[in-house]
């Protein structure tokens, strides 16, 4: 799936889902309601295509991209435990992962402690078995977040 087709599963998947781009690189918001001013404060998945906020992917390459997207606490340290350290910037220094390897479910580089996770061009059967899957509990906490 190309990062096109990505934007768009996700818009028509999900409902009332708000894009934001900026530098190319898209936030996808929860905002059911077009008559209400939007609230571009907190994305439950983001789209990047380039290193513009950070280089641990190498997004800058032909044809790559990261799906970056938070769980909740409990599905994300089910995945990785918890991470050490004072940030997941710490994990990426480290080498602990291969930020740039293509269809590998990891911690975000940077966004990891707040339990955002990441992977780079998912291939179909970790996007049919992990990430649809993650992809649908963000937006439900999207959902919960404001309905509640």
Known sequence: MTADEMSRFITERFAGVDVVVNADNSFYFYN?????????MFPFVTLMVNDV??????LDRPGAYRLNI???KETFQSLFGELRGASARDSAKRGDFDYT???QLMPHPVYGMMYW???????????EEQVLPLLEEAYGMAV???SG
């Open 144 to 146: 919960r977040k404001k």
């Open 53 to 58: 906020n950070d280089d641990y992917s190498d």
């Open 101 to 103: 390897a293509p269809d």
């Open 117 to 127: 996770l990441c992977v780079v061009n998912p291939g179909e059967a970790t996007f």
């Open 32 to 40: 059911p309601d077009p008559n209400v001013e939007p609230d571009h």
């Open 70 to 72: 938070g769980v909740s």
